[in-house]
């Protein structure tokens, strides 16, 4: 069973940083695509980045273009996402999603993971 945790969620100030981190054990991570999610009350879930099986090509949804980093440390099979310029509309439940496709792709629709974390609070608020 493919496990997926998140972790680095918190309260933070608008205009503030966090580094949010998704561990998966045992996974031989660099074979997958990770994508980063994210669901505020009320609304669907989104698709906010993603970073490729292939070739670690990275996409970003508009609203965090310049603000938001993915990157992947397959070593410690663990993918990050560095937020910063935090604004309140930012804030959300965000989950990372694992893509076990061969299939070279980083997409932001959910329908392409497999497997999901638990999800972690990020508020932002002053």
């Known amino acids: 069973q493919v496990q997926l945790v998140e972790s680095g969620g918190g309260l933070v100030q608008p205009g503030g940083a966090l580094t949010l981190s998704c561990s998966v054990p045992d996974s031989n991570l660099e074979y997958y695509t990770i994508g980063w999610f994210r669901q505020a009350p009320g609304k669907k879930r989104e698709g906010i980045s993603c970073i490729s099986n292939r070739d670690d090509s990275t996409l970003y949804e508009d609203s965090v273009k310049g603000r938001f980093a993915i990157s992947r440390d397959n070593a410690k099979n663990t993918a990050y996402l560095q937020m910063k310029s935090l604004k309140p509309e930012d804030t959300a439940v965000y989950y990372c999603?694992?893509?076990?496709?061969?299939?070279?792709?980083?997409?932001?629709?959910?329908?392409?993971?497999?497997?999901w974390g638990q999800g972690t609070q990020v508020t932002v608020s002053s």
């Open positions: 999603g694992l893509d076990m496709s061969p299939a070279p792709r980083c997409s932001l629709w959910s329908a392409h993971y497999n497997h």
